[in-house]
């Protein structure tokens, strides 16, 4: 093994963390904000180009640590404005990340996991299965980039503005919306997703609102209990379903963590946020499975005590799957119904299908169709053994 391996890589150490590193080496704990600045504020990757910290400051850290990004080995941009980046990981897996500028926002969809071990019914990433937990500088490292790239591209700092339209800050970097709604289940690799979520809303480091950085979850109940512990990020559980049995086909996390548990954890943790927060339920709209008007007034009913917003999102077709979207009359009837229930709802557009970068398409591939297509056929013929 090489001497870089057994390096600390900075890019993943969370403020503390970077505070106990520099605390073994005998210096000041003002050393980490230093250090957090330089690599995601300045986008710094040399220790010898952070040119505050003394030349024998730099050789003690460079013997021991380095700063070291994920690859990226594509990158794709839509017509839309938005764009993918194919991101290679430790493993030797690829995962992707997906930039979509909306006014006023620059929203990043960051991986947490190559595949999934959940399988999902109506996901691709779920198709792939589970291959590897990202690390903290992996998952922070997506942001990391896409700051750069975008401006390199020349897009404009994101603004925020507040509910009247009026312009409250300037947020100093493209990215101000943070979504955990990558490849992944992001509560699966709890610690170092915590971590990600601690870098991105600390000041030293991106600074991002915790009401702009979003956990998105199917379910896994034990770990939304532990949240409250770690983080205030906001919280999107991706129902699906308005009743078990349903859900428990679609969603197969759910025969283990019933919904009644689910929306118990969740309300739970969004309790504990206060402030008038709440969660996002995230609805995928599959035809003739889930988008039924009596789906809708189940869903109305079900969600009557839970504080929240409701998301539709019609789903993304893709090669191994035989659903469909629905009609659109049949979206704004699903719609029409929730509204009038009283319910905020909206019905996610869908952006840079083009490259392949809606919601549910992310599978990681690096550009090699031929493999991607028998990878899918093996693993549709598998599915239909089991079966
Ligand atoms: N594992 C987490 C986060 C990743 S999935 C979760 O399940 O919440 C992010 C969102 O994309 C989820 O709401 C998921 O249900 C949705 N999604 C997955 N496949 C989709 C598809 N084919 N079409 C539309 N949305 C999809
Ligand atoms: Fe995993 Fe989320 Fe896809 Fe389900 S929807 S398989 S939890 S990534």
Redesign the pocket.
Known sequence: MSTNEEKINLLGLTLPKMQAFFSELGEKPFRASQTLKWIHQRGVVEIDDMTDISKALREKMKAVAEIKLPLITQELRSNDGSCKWIVQVASGSSVEMVYIPEAGRGTLCVSSQAG?S?D?S????GKQGFNSNLTVAEVIGQLWWANQKLAGFGVKPAAEWDESGARVAQNPRPISNIV???M???LLNFDNVMDALSLMMEDQAYGLSKRRVTI???GVVPAIDRLKDFTDASL?I?L?APNDELRSQIVPINKKYPIKELLRASSDYMSTLGERRVAVI?Y?LIAGVNDHRQHARELAELLKNFPCKINL?P??P?SL?DYKRPSSSSISNFRQILHEAGYTVTVRTTRADDIGA????LVGEVGDNTRRSQRYADAAAQRITVQ
């Not at 109506?122 to 990433?125: E, S, Y």
């Not at 809606?358 to 398409?361: F, N, S, V």
């Open positions: 999934c959940l999902c109506f996901c691709a990433t955990m709604m990558g992944g289940e992001p998105s979850t199917s999107a991706s699906h995230e995928t999102i789903f993304n893709f799957s809606a919601c549910g398409q």
